[in-house]
């Protein structure tokens, strides 16, 4: 299996800051990445696909970038709404999804 | 509004057997695949395995095949889980995902199903 790490496991900021998450895979895995935002005691949501493409109804504030095994998600004026859990998720390899641990951001 | 409707919260004792299922509102599953994943308390998501919409393509967690199974067709999608350990207790979610090259992310998910392995 392809293994997903990301850093750091929590990271502090407040309102207006800009953030960014780091997450590494185990290997190649292109541009195949997506990001997700979990709020507490709800479902994930689909934040990014392939690395940098923003999810209809996202707002801009969020971006993704990277390929192969690097891949950093920014945000850029941070919202209340923003307090969250975020998984970077690779789907190179087929039907063999694997997540990363989370990082969660608090204030 | 698109979304998907899980079934309720379970409780139930080693060894015994869960159903969770799911419905989608405003869409049907024709379209696409549904995936299962879930997450333990406090901890991050596992992929547990997926079906067509046709059931004629499936995959299963090498883990949990031999206690897994799925089955889906235009209005739910379900899934069984046998021979239940306490480390099976974790919300378990519902996710649809695109049919097609390269789709491989989840772009709608499910509330979540608390199941609770307890004796």
């Known amino acids: 299996d392809i293994q997903m790490t990301q850093s750091p496991s929590t990271l502090s900021a407040s309102v207006g800051d800009r953030v960014t998450f780091s997450c590494r895979a185990s290997?190649?895995?292109?541009?195949?990445l997506a990001w997700y935002r979990q709020k507490t005691g709800e479902a994930p949501e689909l934040l990014i696909t392939?690395?940098?493409n923003l999810e209809t109804g996202v707002p801009p504030r969020f971006s993704g970038s990277g390929s192969g095994t690097e891949f950093t998600l920014t945000i850029t004026g941070l919202q209340p709404d923003d307090f969250a859990t975020y998984y970077c998720?690779?789907?190179?390899?087929?039907?063999?999804?694997?997540f990363g641990q989370g990082t969660k951001l608090e204030i | 509004q698109v979304h998907i409707v899980q079934s309720g919260p379970e409780v139930r004792k080693p060894g015994a057997s869960v159903k969770v299922s799911c419905t989608p509102s405003?869409?049907?599953?024709?379209?696409?695949?549904v995936h299962w994943l879930r997450q333990a308390p406090g901890q991050g998501l596992e992929w547990l395995g997926w079906?067509?919409?046709?059931?004629?393509n499936r995959q299963l967690s090498a883990r949990l095949q031999d206690r897994l199974s799925m089955t889906l067709n235009a209005s739910t999608a379900s899934m069984d889980l046998r021979s239940l350990e306490s480390d099976d207790s974790a919300v378990y979610y519902c996710?649809?995902?695109?049919?097609?090259?390269?789709?491989?992310?989840?772009?709608?998910w499910g509330r979540g199903t608390l199941v609770i392995v307890s004796s």
């Open positions: 996710a649809r995902m695109q049919l097609g090259p390269r789709r491989g992310y989840f772009d709608l």
């Open positions: 405003s869409f049907t599953f024709t379209n696409f695949g």
């Open positions: 079906v067509s919409p046709h059931q004629d």
């Open positions: 290997q190649d895995v292109s541009v195949w």
């Open positions: 392939k690395a940098s």
């Open positions: 998720q690779q789907y190179e390899s087929y039907s063999m999804y694997t």
